[in-house]
C-alpha cells in the first residue's frame, strides 16, 4: 500500500507541475532574426524557408542594400543605424536546416554577382525594376527542380493611396523554377527562370506558403483587401499540374474543395502579409499562423481542411509598440509566419519596419494548446 501510495503522490506531482509549467509558458522574443545576414544586406522583408536536398534556402521581398553607420538592435530604427544605397526587390541565401540550438547561429551564404547581393527572380528589359518589383515568397522542391512562387508588383505612379498605404498595384502571382544540379553547394550560381504567371490582378496572393501532403500541394494566399478586412484562403493543386492555373481549387464554405475561385471562403479576415500553412508533425494538427492587422501573432489550429472554418484564430503573441518616426508615420507589423519547427517549439518570424528586419519568436507548443 505504502508503494502505490507513494506512486499516486509521484504521479499526482508530475501532472501539476506539468500544469504549471503550461500555464506559465510563454512565448520568447528572441531579436532579430539571422545576425548574420547583415554582413550582406541592411535589412529585408519576407523571408520564407524552404527544405531543399539537406539545407535550407531561404527567399527574401524586398533587400536594401548599403552600408552601417550604428549598431542595429530590436529596439533601434532604420535611420539611426543605416544608409541605404539601393533596394532590389528579391534575394536569396542558403543555411544549415536550424535546431533548438541552432536557431540564433545560422550563416546566411547569400546568392550574389560579383561580390553583391542580387535579385534571383529578374525583371525583363521591358520591365523598369525601379517600377515592377518582384517579391519572391515559398516554393517546393519537386524532383530535382525547385518552384518558387512571386508576387508580380507595379508601383503606379497615377495612384492616390490613403494615408499609410503604396500606390502599388499587385498584378498577380508568378511561379519560376530552377533546376538544381546534382552536387550543387552553396555560393555556386543558382539560375531561376520565370516561367508562368498562375493568378492575375485582383485575385488572392497565393503562395504565400507551400506544403506538399501526398499527391497534393496546399498553399495558403492572402488579400485583396475588402471593405476594410484582408482576407485568407486555402488553394491546394495536385504536384504535377503546379503550373496550371486551372487544376488549382479552393476551400469552400461546406469545407469541400472548387475549381471556381469565387467559392472561395476566408479561413482568416484580419490578416497583415503572408500567413503561413503548415502541418506540425508533434500536435499532429495544421497551424495556420498569420499576423492579424492589429499587430498580433495569431493562430488556427485543425485536424484536417474539411473543420479548418470551423475554427477561431487566437493571439499568442503582442508585439511591443512600435516607435514613432516622423518620415515614416505610418507603420505595422506584418507578415508572421512559422518557419520552423522541432520536438520542443514552434518558431516564427514577424517583420519590424522600424529596422526592416525579421523579429524571431520561440512558442512552446503549449501556448498553442492552451484554452
Not at 496546399?218 to 491546394?236: E, F, K, N
Not at 472554418?309 to 507578415?335: C, D, G, M, Q, W
Request: net charge positive; hydrophobic share 40%; glycine share 8%.
Amino acid at each position: 500500500m505504502r508503494y502505490h501510495s507513494k506512486i499516486s503522490i509521484l504521479v499526482i506531482a508530475l501532472v501539476l507541475s506539468c500544469t504549471y509549467c503550461a500555464r506559465n509558458a510563454r512565448v520568447e522574443n528572441l531579436g532579430i532574426f539571422g545576425e548574420s545576414r547583415k554582413e550582406s544586406v541592411l535589412g529585408q522583408d519576407g523571408c520564407t524557408p524552404i527544405p531543399v536536398n539537406g539545407i535550407m534556402m531561404w527567399t527574401f521581398g524586398d533587400t536594401i542594400i548599403g552600408s552601417w553607420k550604428g549598431e542595429l538592435t530590436s529596439g533601434s530604427t532604420f535611420e539611426e543605424t543605416a544608409v541605404m544605397k539601393g533596394m532590389i526587390s528579391n534575394s536569396l541565401a542558403f543555411t544549415e536546416v536550424p535546431g533548438d540550438a541552432t536557431i540564433k547561429k545560422l550563416r546566411f551564404v547569400f546568392n550574389k554577382k560579383e561580390g553583391a547581393v542580387v535579385p534571383f527572380i529578374e525583371t525583363t528589359k521591358a520591365e523598369d525594376p525601379r517600377l515592377w518589383r518582384l517579391w519572391a515568397i515559398d516554393g517546393i522542391k519537386i524532383d530535382a527542380t525547385i518552384y518558387v512562387y512571386y508576387m508580380i508588383v507595379f508601383v503606379d505612379k497615377s495612384i492616390r493611396p490613403r494615408k499609410g498605404e503604396l500606390p502599388i498595384r499587385v498584378m498577380g502571382v508568378g511561379l519560376a523554377e530552377w533546376q538544381m544540379p546534382q552536387g550543387w553547394k552553396p555560393g555556386s550560381p543558382v539560375r531561376f527562370r520565370r516561367i508562368a504567371t498562375i493568378f492575375r490582378e485582383g485575385e488572392p496572393v497565393f503562395g504565400d506558403s507551400v506544403i506538399r501532403i501526398g499527391d497534393y500541394l496546399y498553399l495558403s494566399g492572402h488579400g485583396p483587401s475588402r471593405d476594410g478586412t484582408v482576407p485568407a484562403y486555402i488553394s491546394r493543386v495536385r504536384v504535377s499540374a503546379i503550373r496550371n492555373r486551372n487544376s488549382y481549387e479552393f476551400l469552400d464554405s461546406e469545407g469541400g474543395w472548387s475549381r471556381q475561385l469565387a467559392r472561395a471562403t476566408p479561413i482568416a479576415a484580419d490578416v497583415m502579409g503572408e500567413p503561413s500553412l503548415v502541418y506540425n508533425d508533434h500536435l499532429k494538427q495544421y497551424v495556420f499562423l498569420y499576423c492579424s492587422t492589429d499587430g498580433s501573432i495569431k493562430s488556427i489550429l485543425f485536424p484536417d481542411f474539411k473543420h479548418a472554418l470551423n475554427k477561431k484564430a487566437r493571439v499568442v503573441y503582442t508585439p511591443p509598440a512600435l516607435p514613432h518616426i516622423k518620415s515614416r508615420e505610418y507603420l505595422f507589423y506584418y507578415s508572421g509566419k512559422e518557419i520552423f519547427q522541432t520536438e520542443k517549439a514552434l518558431y516564427a518570424i514577424y517583420i519590424n519596419p522600424a529596422i526592416y528586419q525579421p523579429i524571431l519568436l520561440r512558442i512552446p507548443y503549449s501556448i498553442l494548446l492552451d484554452k
